[in-house]
């Protein structure tokens, strides 16, 4: 990995976080916070980009350099799966089961869905 790719990986880590941060506090605002609605959305939303991502590049339509920069940094910093899984157990320390049921299986298969129908888009440009 050369060093600007590096910078440019951090960079897009830093913008992914920071869209993280502003759409979590978008959707609380408007939804509330008895459910982590904005974590579901966020995650579903960046397996949806990471599977388009994904079938772009496996379609040579987006340069290995770009799919690393989207993929692992924009995306990475933007999903978050291990806020996911303490939202999940918060919810289910507070008894909360259906909701916890809800928000761990149910964002997986979600996530699972969007990133497999972003791929198959991806791959479908081509």
């Given at each position: 990995m050369t060093p600007l790719l590096f910078l440019a990986v951090a960079a897009a880590g830093g913008l992914g976080a920071?869209?993280?941060?502003?759409?979590?506090?978008?959707?609380?605002a408007?939804?509330?916070g008895a459910f982590p609605y904005g974590t579901t959305v966020i995650n579903v939303s960046g397996s949806l980009l990471l599977g388009l991502v994904t079938g772009l590049a496996m379609n040579h339509l987006l340069a290995p350099d770009w799919s690393f920069v989207l993929g692992v940094g924009l995306l990475g910093g933007y999903t978050t799966f291990s806020t996911a899984s303490f939202e999940t157990v918060r919810l289910a320390q507070q008894r909360r089961y259906l909701?916890?049921?809800?928000?761990?299986?149910g964002m997986l298969a979600a996530s699972v869905v969007a990133a497999a129908f972003?791929?198959?888009a991806g791959l479908t440009l081509g």
């Open positions: 920071s869209a993280r941060l502003f759409l979590d506090g978008l959707v609380r408007r939804l509330g909701a916890a049921l809800a928000n761990g299986i972003g791929l198959w």
